[in-house]
Structures are given as C-alpha cells and as structure tokens.
C-alpha cells in the first residue's frame, strides 16, 4: 500500500463519515506530532487533502483547526515530556535508531534558535519530530515550552487545512 493509497482511503472515509472527520484529523495531527510516529506517517499530505475535502464538501473548517490544532499540541507535548523523563536515552529506540542524525540535527537547531526553534521547528519537516524532544532532553521550562506548543500548534493546523479549504472556495468564485 503506497502513501497515495493512504491517503486516499482516509480522505474517502473522512468523506463518507463526516462525524468522525475532526477526530481523525485530530489523531493525524497527534501522529505527525509526536516523536517516533511522525517519521512513519504521512499525515500532512493526508491532512492537506482533508482540507482539500472540507473546501469542495462546504464543510466548516473551525472543527477541523481545533482539532488539528489540539492533536499537534498534544503529540508535541508527549513529545516533550518523553524527552524529559527518557533523555538522551531515547536515541537507542526505533525508529530514531534508524535516523542517528536526527536528534543532533534538533540538538544543533534548538540550541541555535531556544524556544523560537521549538515554534518553527514544527514547520521543517523532520525537525518537527526531534525538536520537541530535544527541548525535554534540554529540560525547557515547561511553561515556556508550552507556550510556543500552543502558538506554533494553531498556525501549524490552520496552515496545513486552510489552503485546501478556503483556496478551493477563492479559486471557485473567480473562475
């Protein structure tokens, strides 16, 4: 099964199963956030298709932000506080074995940048896996952490969503 297939079989059942839609986006948002999960799953794309799905269905996108937007919180946060109780420890489990050069690309990025790297950490790729538990690691204050979470959280959901769920419908009114 290729990711285009994945991604095509949740977008159909986010489709068929509207009431189901914002705790699925929530739990894609949760995957592509937390460490060790979002090295395996291809939730963007699939989110972004969501958005896609809200625009063309006329479906709200207020429910589907705040979910998006809690799942990148909470899987960031998990994040976090596995690097803070597991340390440098958590370089010997997998995936991460299988990516050696991730958690010092993080360490490298979060000691350059503090708390402005765990905001924008969340928008770079691979980044968004390691930083926040590099920031546990770093033992980050907890506040200070959360904070950033959050902000970065709410642009990070409406970013992903809104292109496919307001662009479709701009796009739509012009043409």
């Known amino acids: 099964m290729t990711i285009a297939d994945i991604s095509q079989s949740v977008i159909a059942f ?86 050696p050069d991730l958690l010092p690309r993080g360490h490298r990025f979060f000691e350059k940048w503090g708390a402005l790297g765990v905001f924008f950490g969340r928008f770079l790729g691979p980044l968004r896996a390691s930083v926040p538990l590099v920031a546990g690691i770093c033992e980050m204050p907890a506040l200070s952490f959360q904070l950033v979470n959050a902000a970065s959280a709410v642009i990070w959901a409406f970013g992903v969503l809104a292109p496919g769920a307001l662009g479709l419908n701009w796009l739509q009114t012009l043409f």
């Open 14 to 99: 986010v489709r068929m199963h509207e009431g189901w839609g914002t705790l699925v986006v929530l739990l894609l948002a949760f995957g592509e956030s937390l460490a060790f999960v979002s090295l395996l799953l291809p939730a963007t794309v699939i989110l972004l298709g969501i958005g896609f799905l809200i625009g063309e269905s006329g479906m709200s996108l207020w429910p589907f932000w705040a979910a998006a937007a809690l799942g990148a919180f909470l899987g960031d946060w998990l994040s976090y506080w596995i690097g803070l109780k597991l340390e440098h420890r958590v370089a010997h489990y997998w995936p991460l074995t299988r990516y």
